[in-house]
């Protein structure tokens, strides 16, 4: 299996320190993964991301705690 989180590491993040919550890469990551799951909408993929497991998003934030 290919992961795909570190080739959107390089992004560069437009939005404003102030409404920064998720790192851009974990956001980019988890829309891609609900579209690869099937999602067609936005509606569709936050949808996918609410239910997606924690250990899911855990991988797809990239996050090594």
């Known amino acids: 299996m290919a992961?795909?989180?570190?080739?959107f590491a390089g992004l560069t993040d437009?939005?404003?320190r102030r409404g920064?919550?998720?790192p851009?890469?974990?956001l980019v990551a988890?829309?891609?993964?609900?579209?690869?799951?099937?999602?067609?909408?936005?509606?569709?993929?936050s949808e996918w991301i609410s239910d997606a497991p924690r250990w899911a998003l855990l991988v797809l934030s990239n996050d090594r705690r």
Do not use: E, H, Q
């Open 3 to 7: 992961c795909f989180v570190p080739f």
């Open 30 to 45: 988890a829309a891609a993964a609900g579209v690869l799951a099937g999602a067609r909408s936005m509606t569709a993929i």
């Open 20 to 22: 920064w919550r998720f």
């Open 24 to 26: 851009l890469t974990a």
């Open 14 to 16: 437009p939005r404003d």
